[in-house]
């Protein structure tokens, strides 16, 4: 069973932060800030709602409303470019490559501070590169090729403000209790999530009264408010050293990337670390059929835009009832017991597609539209709540000293194989035949995509055995990490 965390707009999927001890400004010092932040009457999850803060959440709120294209862009390429399942899943697989090297984010920004600044001056350059994007894609994209290079630009913008916004965080909760770190984190995941929210109930009413260019259009617009909370970021400009110029900077930035590369694959290769982590890429690699799905049901069983939009709704939701089931009842429990029951149990309603697509629902008096959001509905809840151990996992790998930049590496090799499951989902669907109009064979490609998700747990002996409780720093990289 893969949850897919590679989606620019869902959300963000995980923390992938890479600021570095010792590399920060003297403004972005935590101890002036507290008591400045103490001063504030206002307050969202126990954090005020100073100006910083104010611009965290917004950035976060913005990378969850980006979801509003999603439907868009399947659509556009469906029905403007005719494209086939397996194309548009290669697309998709393309555009998610920034999310692979987020580690190399942070060392530029920490290592090259932009006009004078490490924080702010790339947040603004990322707002500005994701509305370029859109507005191309509103306006003169015509190929696939455009398309995904726009894409792509798009993804990128936000894997990089991505990184920025999650080293702010970091920079603030550093001498913080648990709790408050705790109230940060909620913060930055509740924008997120009430973003997506917001985006998932108009994407596909949007879609079917305006069409897809007036979403990308809207969608634009959206980048340019992370370009605009820049400016409430707090932080003193970096000054050149005294007869420093631009070749030496750069001479300063490679040396210090080649360093903490070194670092992280010292850290990589460590036995503990390195078989988790391939159990981690191979559980992310198994194939899917998600976009041989969306063809069956938009052109065979006539779903609309409008229709899709509520679905996606309802799995928003339901992304965070899965969260809730994983802290309630299943944080306590062994990793290997979680993997192995969530996997099995969701290979198993996994093959509940195949009656959507023979039509067996029908027989037992459940219409199309309602077997749909019933299946994605308990799907969404059982993925999220699997995925829920991988971000655990990869956060107690990580050393002292290198938590952030090495779970960042952990979590940029999980999206390698989900980006690897989607190339093989891909691979497969053109291999069964399956195109935008014929279908014979869908139903024995999600059999074998369902199937295959069991490969890799013969692998759970390379997992830690420790109770999950023993780390309890933990939770909070779970809360941010969704």
Same mark, same amino acid.
């Given at each position: ?11 963000? +999927? ?31 999850? +126990? ?12 950035? %976060? ?6 979801? @509003? ?35 190399? %984010? ?12 490490? &924080? ?92 897809? &260019?007036? !979403? ?25 050293? &005294? ?28 036995? /503990? ?46 992304? @965070?009832?899965?969260?809730?089931? %994983? /802290? ?15 996997? !099995? ?70 999206? +390698? ?5 989607? @190339? ?59």
């Amino acid at each position: 069973m893969v949850i897919s965390v590679l989606d620019p707009g869902a959300g963000k +999927g995980e923390m992938l932060t890479t600021n570095t001890d010792g590399e920060t400004s003297s403004s972005e010092k935590p101890v002036p800030r507290k008591h400045k932040y103490r001063m504030s009457a206002v307050k969202c999850f +126990g954090v005020d709602l100073s100006p910083d803060n104010v611009a965290v959440a917004m950035v %976060y709120f913005v990378q969850g409303v980006l979801g @509003l294209a999603r439907l868009a862009v399947n659509f556009y390429l469906k029905d403007d470019l005719h494209l086939d399942p397996a194309e548009t899943a290669v697309i998709s697989g393309f555009s998610a490559l920034p999310w692979l090297i987020k580690p190399l %984010y942070g060392f530029i920004s920490d290592s090259v501070p932009l006009f004078g600044y490490r &924080r702010r001056s790339y947040l603004v350059l990322s707002g500005l590169l994701g509305a370029l994007s859109w507005s191309l894609m509103a306006t003169i994209v015509e190929s696939k090729y455009d398309t995904a290079f726009c894409i792509l630009l798009g993804s990128l913008s936000v894997a990089f403000s991505d990184v920025v916004v999650d080293s702010m965080v970091v920079e603030r909760a550093r001498g913080e209790s648990q709790s408050m770190s705790g109230s940060l984190q909620s913060l930055c995941w509740g924008s997120s999530a009430f973003g997506g929210i917001v985006s998932s109930y108009f994407s596909g009413s949007l879609v079917d009264a305006y069409g897809v &260019r007036f !979403v990308f259009g809207i969608t634009a617009l959206l980048p340019l408010i992370t370009s605009a909370v820049a400016v409430l970021v707090k932080e003193q400009p970096v000054l050149p050293a &005294r007869g420093q110029n631009l070749s030496s900077s750069s001479l300063n930035f490679f040396q210090s990337s080649k360093q903490n590369i070194s670092q992280l694959w010292d850290a990589v290769k460590l036995p /503990n670390v390195l078989l988790p982590t391939l159990f981690i890429f191979l559980w992310q690699a198994t194939p899917h059929s998600d976009s041989a799905m969306f063809y069956f049901t938009t052109n065979k069983l006539g779903f609309t835009p409008e229709f899709l939009g509520r679905v996606k709704l309802v799995t928003s939701v339901a992304s @965070l009832l899965g969260v809730g089931l %994983y /802290n309630g009842f299943l944080k306590n429990v062994q990793l290997q017991k979680i993997f192995l029951v969530t996997t !099995v149990i969701g290979s198993a309603l996994g093959m509940t597609q195949v009656f959507l697509v023979t039509g067996l629902n029908r027989k037992f008096g459940i219409s199309d539209e309602w077997f749909a959001v019933g299946d994605s509905l308990i799907l969404t809840v059982l993925g999220q709540a699997s995925f829920m151990p991988v971000l655990v996992l990869a956060a107690r790998l990580c050393p002292e000293g290198m938590e952030a930049t090495l779970f960042a590496t952990l979590m940029s090799i999980s999206n +390698g194989g989900s980006v690897l499951g989607g @190339l093989i989902g891909a691979g497969l669907t053109q291999l069964f035949g399956v195109t935008r109009d014929k279908f014979d064979n869908l139903a024995s490609l999600i059999i074998l995509c369902n199937l295959s998700s069991l490969l890799p747990l013969p692998l759970l002996g390379l997992l830690p055995r420790d109770n999950p409780d023993a780390n309890k720093e933990t939770e909070d990289l779970e809360m941010k990490s969704n």
